[in-house]
């Protein structure tokens, strides 16, 4: 829903579902902060001119003090606060829960670049196609230091921590290039580490993901060919001989633990598994699988993942992080 | 100069005959020796004056080199990692060694003991050991400024401070971590101070506004201050010896560093501005003639603020990948804690209404205190907003938040309450004309630098870039123009100063006519024990000629 479908002054481009949301509850808290701001200066004015020392205006009967006074000017601003709380929790709720339906594509932040995977194939550099109107849901992490992937049009942003998997989503609702930036400093060439979104209408992102993709392997192919140099396939294969969970099937799905307690086979759990795999045990399994953290880099992991998923036919319950409400 | 400069009108307080029998604290020893090994809190006071003003210098000339850098939207000036290096420098400078000890431990220390009739603070010893203390603070960050300069930002963020930068991390942050010393210290002093010190019959409710501020400052710099410690050590641990604790591919979490720097550094936001408050109290009811308006409810604002500011923290966080019910919880936390900050605003203004009111500089000073932390305050609900930080957070939207609030706010107080106290520091008077035009000077100054980086923000433009869009560069030049604007109004009060400080016409015992026990009962300069003898208090604070009825709440 878009409240305020105008273009303001001073206001970027609304140029995802959530940018005119974004705009209206900051315009409703502009204005009511200007008709504050005129009260207290007129009367603040109002006093300063009409009791200045040289006037004789009427001093007397003035108070100290006043308890409900006091509390009607503690009490209103505290009502119009948690509205503006209330407002303002719904809109980012939403914006920090992606729709199923939504397009993953697999952000790396690197000093100073972004490294960008779509899940049907092209790899890019510093520039991101997504298709108009189609929510994208971005899964980030870092290979080094804090970054956060910034796109001013859309008015969201999300840290990229390494360790972890954040997410952000958008809808584009205008085609055009946006600026994106780095908006967590992230050391000497922070100021340059800038890229482009490019939103094209679904026809045109259809024939630039084929003429992007044609001579590239896509990232499930990557994963897999990664699947087999790391040797997870000689355990996790159909046909091995070692005991090792089936990966079939398992992407969103809760799987019982050697400890009792169940987890979703999410992102992060699987990244976890691959890097620190006796941390999570699946139940009826050995602890034996070697410990891949320092092994494969950030990019890798998130293409076996990719990977892994594949191995689940859609549509599969795409919740991947674990800070869901 | 006229008699204008002063406020004449019947005496307000006792004013007891003047024939000293000592030198005052000004004149009381002579030489570099008796200055440097002073127990006196007012010289204590000047001290920490030199040396903040010395580090506001450095953490000027940083921003001034920044904004020359901003005029044009490409890197030209300085490269990439000289800019880092300014703005970590001019963040560490002014938040550290300007603004934290500015009003607490310059005027903190000059007034409080004088404020609640004392002959001087609790430790006199440790007071000194304080400033020493942040002098060897303040000499390791100059070195790690000599040695080439630190690139991290004011913030240090792991895993870039603790691994991947080059610059001399661990100087400035040992310098840091040995200043906190000074500011527990010295919160430690006011605290005990406040409660022992207090002459016969000035009783809690009978305290000046400033002096509970001080109060409430101080509680913040003794229980926040070692979190900070803690914080930078366990980074420096990291960064030294490499144990993981931040650093995730140690096993350590990036988002704990974050945690526990907020932890202080959010209520060290308070420690920058309830002083601040404090003395704008004090200001507005002598240049009113009236009692503050609803004393009790802004001396326990004070309070709240400094509790609520605990929790709060994790505003910071919002887009830091902290959990969605965290956000949701800190973010009403932090439109609470805009409510007792709404509620001096009020009180303030309520006391304007039928007073008698004068436009000394102090007082414009205060006026420009209250509209432009209206402004930063009213700018921090938008911040608060959940989904407006998802857009604002990082960029020059909060740099001008925090601006109006630490600059806008806490500078105008500082600047508002040094030349309020002048008189009673220095023994002589300034002058007033020219104080009034670079006050308004600095308003405009501030104004024309900060007000266009709202919009900056708005658009998308994130800190801590020495390059921008060129559709931005009206901005940036509006703002780079206010600064300079800004750096004549701050040189203009530095020059008259200094000069008055040696030639400026002696000051009368009050030249403004004001109620605090330190014009009333003390010379000016006072002398080293600030009362010939304790004065005994039989008034409440603020006796000024309005309310007239004596029936006051």
């Known amino acids: 829903m878009n409240l305020l479908a105008f273009d303001l002054p001073f206001v970027p481009k609304q140029a995802s579902a959530q940018a005119g949301q974004v705009d209206a509850i900051f315009f409703a808290i502009t204005v009511l902060s200007a008709l504050l701001c005129v009260l207290l200066f007129v009367a603040i004015t109002y006093c300063l001119i009409r009791y200045r020392s040289k006037s004789n205006a009427d001093r007397t009967m003035s108070m100290a003090g006043h308890n409900l006074v006091e509390v009607v000017w503690s009490v209103i601003p505290m009502l119009i606060f948690i509205g503006l709380f209330i407002w303002g929790a719904i809109v980012y709720v939403e914006a920090r829960n992606p729709p199923k339906n939504a397009l993953t594509v697999y952000v790396v932040g690197l000093q100073w670049y972004w490294d960008i995977e779509h899940e049907e194939g092209p790899h890019e550099i510093g520039e991101l196609h997504v298709p108009l109107n189609q929510p994208v849901r971005l899964v980030m992490t870092s290979q080094d230091v804090i970054h956060d992937f910034y796109v001013p049009a859309f008015r969201t942003k999300m840290d990229v921590v390494p360790g972890k998997y954040t997410e952000e989503w958008f809808t584009p609702i205008e085609p055009g290039r946006f600026r994106v930036f780095c908006n967590q400093y992230c050391g000497t060439k922070h100021g340059q580490m800038t890229a482009w979104i490019d939103v094209m209408k679904p026809q045109d992102y259809q024939a630039w993901l084929v003429g992007a993709g044609a001579n590239t392997e896509s990232i499930v192919q990557t994963g897999a060919r990664l699947f087999r140099a790391h040797n997870c396939s000689s355990c996790h294969d159909d046909n091995s001989q070692v005991a090792a969970p089936d990966l079939h099937n398992i992407y969103g799905r809760q799987v019982p633990l050697s400890d009792g307690t169940f987890v979703t086979a999410d992102d992060e759990y699987l990244r976890d598994s691959i890097l620190t795999p006796a941390a999570q045990v699946v139940a009826g399994y050995k602890s034996i699988m070697p410990v891949y953290k320092g092994q494969i880099s950030e990019p890798d992991i998130m293409a076996i993942i990719a990977y892994i998923k594949s191995l689940t036919p859609t549509p599969s319950a795409s919740r991947p992080t674990s800070n869901q409400p | 100069m006229s008699a204008a400069t002063f406020i004449e009108e019947s005496p307000t307080g006792v004013e007891p005959p003047r024939h000293p029998k000592q030198p005052d604290y000004l004149h009381d020893g002579y030489g570099l020796k008796s200055w440097l090994t002073t127990h006196d809190h007012k010289r204590i006071g000047i001290l920490y004056l030199i040396a903040i003003t010395f580090f506001f210098l450095i953490g000027g000339i940083a921003a001034t080199l920044m904004r020359i850098e901003l005029v044009t939207p490409n890197t030209d000036l300085v490269t990439s990692e000289t800019y880092n290096k300014l703005f970590t420098l001019h963040g560490v400078t002014m938040v550290w060694f300007f603004l934290i000890p500015s009003i607490p431990s310059v005027l903190g220390n000059f007034l409080i003991p004088m404020m609640i009739g004392a002959k001087d603070v609790a430790f006199p010893r440790l007071n000194l050991l304080s400033w020493y203390i942040f002098i060897l603070g303040g000499c390791f960050t100059l070195y790690s ?409």
């Open chain 2, 145 to 553: 400024l000599i040695a080439g300069g630190v690139d991290t930002g004011w913030t240090f963020y792991t895993p870039y401070s603790t691994v991947y930068s080059n610059g001399h991390v661990l100087a400035m942050a040992a310098g840091i971590f040995i200043t906190g010393f000074s500011s527990i210290f010295t919160g430690l002093n006011f605290i005990v101070t406040i409660h022992t010190m207090r002459a016969p019959g000035m009783h809690w409710f009978r305290l000046p506004l400033f002096v509970w501020s001080m109060y409430a400052t101080s509680l913040i710099l003794v229980l926040a201050t070692p979190v900070l410690a803690i914080t930078l050590a366990l980074m420096a641990v990291e960064r030294f010896t490499g144990v993981g604790v931040f650093n995730p591919s140690m096993g350590g979490d990036p988002l704990l560093f974050q945690h526990l720097f907020w932890f202080y550094s959010h209520p060290a936001v308070y420690i920058m501005i309830l002083p601040g408050m404090g003395v704008v109290s004090e200001l507005i009811a002598c240049f009113s003639r009236k009692r503050i308006f609803g004393y009790k409810f802004v001396a326990f604002a004070s309070l709240a603020i400094a509790i609520l500011g605990f929790i709060v923290w994790g505003h910071h966080l919002f887009v830091a990948s902290q959990s969605i019910y965290a956000g949701l919880v800190f973010s009403i936390l932090s439109f609470l804690v805009s409510v007792p900050s709404a509620i001096k605003v009020f009180n303030w203004t309520a006391t304007l209404y039928k007073g008698r009111i004068f436009f000394h500089t102090p007082m414009l000073y205060a006026l420009g205190f209250i509209g432009l932390f209206t402004i930063g305050g009213l700018s921090g609900l938008a911040l608060a907003t959940l989904a407006i930080d998802m857009h604002v957070h990082g960029t020059y939207f909060v740099i001008a938040h925090f601006h109006y609030i630490m600059v806008g706010g806490m500078l105008m107080a500082y600047l508002g309450g040094i030349h309020f106290w002048w008189p009673k520091i220095s023994g002589r008077m300034y002058n007033e004309k020219l104080a009034q035009f670079s006050a308004a000077v600095i308003f405009v100054g501030f104004n024309l630098t900060f007000f266009p980086q709202f919009i900056l923000g708005y658009l998308g433009m994130p800190r801590r870039y020495p390059a921008y869009p060129p559709e931005w560069q009206v901005f940036h030049v509006l703002s780079s123009a206010g600064a300079s604007v800004l750096a004549v109004g701050y040189a203009i009060p530095l020059c008259y100063l200094i000069w008055s400080f040696f030639f400026g016409r002696p000051a009368p015992q009050n030249p403004w006519n004001a109620s605090g026990l330190e014009w009333t009962h003390a010379l000016s300069p006072p002398i080293r024990t600030n009362f010939e003898e304790i004065p005994i208090v039989t008034k409440e604070a603020y006796d000024y000629p309005y309310p007239e009825t004596p029936n006051r709440a």
